[in-house]
């Protein structure tokens, strides 16, 4: 994960790095210990965020295919 090799350059420079997702607690905690994530992992239960920031992905891709709905990515600072 790109996030994971530059979270403690924004750290140290004063800036919190937070990661949300739409996965289940179970799936965020494998891919923390798999990736060895040392940041904050939030869940976006029913997708509230990122239907409210308007980055559904529901266009590039047709329902039933596996990347249909998944968000756009975005950076927020």
Sequence with gaps: MQLTNIAEQFEA???SVVAMTYDSI????????????????????????????????????EPGQRAYGVPYPGIFL
Excluded: A, C, K, P
């Design 26 to 61: 179970e799936i965020l905690q494998e891919v923390s210990e798999e990736e060895g994530i040392s940041f904050t992992l939030l869940r976006d239960e029913g997708m509230t965020h990122v239907n409210r920031l308007g980055i559904l992905n529901n266009t590039d891709y």
């Design 13 to 15: 420079m004063g800036v």
